[in-house]
Structure formats: C-alpha cells, structure tokens
Antibody, heavy 118, light 106 residues
Framework: QVQLKETGPGLVQPTQTLSITCTVS????????MQWVRQTPGKGLEWMGF???????EYNSEFKSRLSISRDTSKNQVFLKMNSLKTEDTGVYYC????????????WGQGASVTVSS | DIQMTQSPSLLSASVGDRVTLSCKAS??????LNWYQQKLGEAPKLLIY???SLQTGIPSRFSGSGSGTDYTLTISSLQPEDVATYFC????????FGAGTKLELK
C-alpha cells in the first residue's frame, strides 16, 4: 500500500528555515520522482520542485534561491528545506509521487500545515 | 510561465446532473493536462491524466477531453460524494495549477 506522510514544525518564525520530511512506504524512491507542492491562501497550488529517481533535482524559479530538496533512500525519506521564510509562505506543504516522471502526481501525503509568524 | 484559468470558480448542480468544468491554458499544452479532486481538509487526488486517461480506481462517470489550450472535465451524473474543488494542472512546461472550481450541490 502506497503511503506518504509529511512531518514538519507547524510554526516557523519569519526569516527562519522550514524543514519538512516526507516518509514514504509501499514503493521505492529510486523508482519514482518525488514532487513538492504547496497550497497557500494567496497563490493556491504551487509546484515547488522535485527530486528524480536518480537523485538530481529541479526547482521552480520562484523558489530556486531558497529551496533545497534531498533524500535518504535508506530511510525512505525526502526532505524539503526552504530558508528566508515570509508570512506569505504560510500554507500546507505536500509531497507527492510522480508516477510518470513528468508531472503526473498519483499519490499525495496528507500535507504539513505551516504557519509563518512571530 | 503557462497560466491556467478555470471556469466557473463556483458551480452549483443537482444530483444526477451532467457537469462540465473548463480549464484554459495561456498557450498550447499539447494535452499535457491533469485533473485533481480535493475534498475539504484532504490532499488533492488524481482523477485524469494526459487529458483523458482515467486514473485507476476513479469512477467512469469522470471523463476528460480537450486539445490545444482548452480542456474539459465532465461528470456524467453528479453524485453527493463529488462535492469538492477540482483543479487542472499542466505539465507541458514545468507545472502550473489552475485556481480551481468549487462544486457544490444545489
């Protein structure tokens, strides 16, 4: 059974760094791309970036300067780190499996809710 | 960047109605278009990929069509469990989502 679960801090102060872990089961990270998508009140659903099955990454230019995606295949985990957080980064952050390696997200985690506030 | 425009933003329909949701891209996306359903408090769920391919486990009352810049999601007979927000997403050039159509029961 394919499962994804995000864990994150809940509350982050402005200018600080957000770290979210996506733990997966039921499939291998070396066989699928893993995407990060967020949903904010201001911009709705936004693609953030992905890590390929081989481990290389691509980022949305909107976030490129402050976003990093990595993984630990031995722990079945994918990591999102974004620095210089602003209040408008408040939202729900999702990891999703990309089953065709090109933007078709067939399984999603339940999302990690993040509030950026002092 | 490719912009995705969904219409209407809110749609009220009755159980059993045929419902049509629209999605327009700012340029040709060559059928690289997915539809997702998001129920309140849940993650998006893939319904249709590559314009008209039904994802495994999705009821056949859902269908997709379109080409070029104009795409449609159709629900042939609306059921109460279809109340949700529906998003289109292009993947011809990176990935962008529409703002969604909220579907409610009349």
């Amino acid at each position: 059974q394919v499962q994804l679960k995000e864990t994150g801090p809940g509350l982050v102060q402005p200018t600080q760094t957000l770290s979210i872990t996506c733990t997966v089961s039921g499939f291998s990270l070396t066989s699928y791309y893993m995407q990060w998508v967020r949903q904010t009140p201001g911009k709705g659903l936004e693609w953030m970036g992905f890590i390929r099955s081989g481990g290389s990454t691509e980022y949305n230019s909107e976030f490129k300067s402050r976003l990093s995606i990595s993984r630990d295949t031995s722990k079945n985990q994918v990591f999102l780190k974004m620095n210089s957080l602003k209040t408008e980064d408040t939202g729900v952050y999702y990891c999703a499996r990309d089953f065709r390696g090109g933007g078709v997200m067939d399984a999603w985690g339940q999302g990690a809710s993040v509030t950026v506030s002092s | 960047d490719i912009q995705m425009t969904q219409s209407p933003s809110l749609l009220s329909a009755s159980v059993g109605d045929r419902v049509t949701l629209s999605c327009k891209a700012s340029q040709n996306i060559y059928k690289y278009l997915n539809w997702y359903q998001q129920k309140l408090g849940e993650a998006p769920k893939l319904l249709i990929y590559y314009t008209n391919s039904l994802q495994t486990g999705i009821p056949s009352r859902f269908s997709g069509s379109g080409s070029g810049t104009d795409y449609t999601l159709t629900i042939s007979s609306l059921q109460p469990e279809d109340v949700a927000t529906y998003f289109c997403q292009q993947y011809n050039s990176w990935y962008t989502f529409g703002a969604g159509t909220k579907l409610e029961l009349k």
